[in-house]
């Protein structure tokens, strides 16, 4: 195959941009975006959310994700929808990117570069073990953006270009903090060479930071919103699970060892390193999660390390197979990635089945839930208070999307999204849980237990399932759910 030009392989890769959007769909305000797509629009217009803002400004205050985006809407003076759109397609053509150049020096075939790549565009959506993460989301999330920095800082380190490496690690860690501490721990990896002299700068830098906070105990309510978690209890992990920690390990050791024999030296570094990387960040996180005295640990996840390891697994498993068996045969292309691409997309219609594929910017939602939430938006004042119940994002055709997200209004705490936000924020975990058990028993309440959310909350609406009538006025109902004002 002949040599690609710089703009051929810019072409290829934001086609493979756009077929990986529409192999994978796109939920704006759905899952994790429940917390930053809020945020974006708090910083935007700060009168939004004024009851509920802690539930996601607290936790972004450690990342220039949500300015960042923010900003790039005021100097584009382009509407929200499509400028969260735009930024969500140019992540995923810097992480193709990343992944493209990582694999031209892993291959010397241009068929197994386009294969790594290939492979990554379309597993975007795979679930990484029981961590609860894809590799990459359905909406616009700083992991991501953090990833594609990632990316490149890997790439940067084989060239030996050490500044460019420090400087992209540090916009890593200043997006995504978690996921960029994982990046410069694969990185230092990959930099490291055995010189035989112990290093004692890290250590007694270690020695040097206040830990004692670590072993503070937690409270009652942070441990209630922590149990919601199950990926911070690695005993609540299944089998099959626990297969896709070890498993990855044996085969990063097989194509090192495939490395070597086919003279792949960059390749075999890269792989051997991301074991060692791999065991390194196991045993971290099995310190970290299974003795109780360090609960105040867990939200910082160290099982997500999965998340790197898995991305660039696949890459290389990708690459392998393109040089091995795909080469040049257009069929054999179409035989692997056809199957696979429409089995992902398959399982993103099963998880998002009450709604369209893909969000575009001014469409109107087949999710009957997001056409009431968008009533909410034009007809209801900026300062209500709603509240959906604990496990509105568990709903039956719901699709897990962020009511204050899509509605823009403030919201009483839920079960499914802000107790992720209370571990991360120990004291917001008393409010949330004095929240979430003020709705227990949701699906049986009546006119008076709507009353006293009123008295006790200020709650002024409720989104409710159809059901039977409860003495309310609701201005607005579908097929679905009802939209009621509490008097």
């Given amino acids: 195959m002949k040599d690609h030009s710089a703009a051929k392989i810019l072409i290829i890769l934001f086609v493979l941009t756009l077929l990986a959007l529409l192999v994978h769909g796109y939920h704006p305000g759905a899952e994790d975006d429940g917390v930053y797509l809020p945020a974006i629009k708090h910083d935007l217009n700060p009168a939004l959310y004024p009851h509920d803002s802690d539930f996601f400004t607290l936790q972004l205050q450690a990342t220039v994700f949500d300015k960042l985006v923010a900003g790039t809407i005021r100097l584009s003076h382009l509407p929200l929808p499509v400028v969260i759109l735009a930024w969500h397609i140019l992540v995923i053509f810097l992480i193709l990117w990343g ?179 791999g065991m390194f960040q196991l045993l971290v996180a099995l310190i970290v999660l299974l003795p109780p005295q360090f609960d105040r640990l867990k939200p910082f996840q160290p099982m997500r390390y999965l998340h790197l390891l898995y991305l660039l697994m696949f890459l290389f498993a990708g690459g392998l197979v393109g040089q091995r068996f795909l080469r040049s045969s257009w069929i054999r292309w179409v035989a692997l990635f056809v199957p696979i691409s429409a089995g992902m997309f398959l399982a993103q219609r099963a998880t998002y089945p009450a709604s369209n594929h893909i969000d575009w910017p001014g469409a109107t939602p087949r999710n009957q839930w997001l056409q009431a939430f968008l009533w909410v938006r034009q007809n209801t004042p900026q300062d209500s208070l709603f509240a959906l119940g604990p496990n509105y994002l568990q709903s039956p055709g719901e699709d897990a999307y962020s009511f204050r997200a899509w509605a823009e209004r403030s919201v009483l705490a839920d079960i499914g999204k802000d107790a992720s936000v209370a571990t991360q924020v120990p004291r917001l975990a008393p409010r949330w849980q004095q929240e979430v058990q003020a709705q227990t028993g949701w699906e049986n309440f009546q006119k008076a237990d709507f009353e006293s959310l009123r008295s006790r909350f200020g709650v002024t609406w409720v989104i409710l399932e159809r059901s039977h009538d409860l003495g309310l006025p609701c201005p607005y109902q579908n097929a679905t759910v009802m939209v009621c004002r509490i008097e």
């Fill in 99 to 277: 992944c493209w150049r990582i694999a031209c020096h892993c291959f010397p075939e241009w068929p197994a570069r386009w294969a790594a790549v290939s492979t990554v565009a379309a597993l975007l959506t795979l679930p990484v073990a029981g961590t609860a993460l894809y590799l990459v989301d359905q909406n616009l999330h700083p992991r991501a953006l953090a990833t594609a920095a990632i990316l490149a800082a890997i790439a940067a380190a084989v060239e030996r270009r050490f500044w460019l490496v420090a400087i992209l690690l540090a916009a890593a860690c200043a997006i995504h903090p978690i996921m960029g501490s994982f990046g410069i721990s694969y990185c230092i990896f990959l930099l490291w060479k055995p010189t035989g002299q112990p290093e004692t700068s890290l250590t007694a830098v270690a020695l040097g930071l206040p830990l004692s906070w670590i072993f503070e105990p937690t409270s009652p309510a942070w441990q209630q919103a922590a149990h919601t978690r199950d990926y911070f209890y690695l005993s609540a992990w299944h089998w099959y699970e626990w297969i896709g920690v070890f498993a990855p390990l044996l085969l990063l050791w097989w194509f090192s060892r495939l490395a070597r024999q086919g003279n792949l030296p960059v390749l075999g570094r890269l792989s051997s390193r991301l074991l060692f990387y």
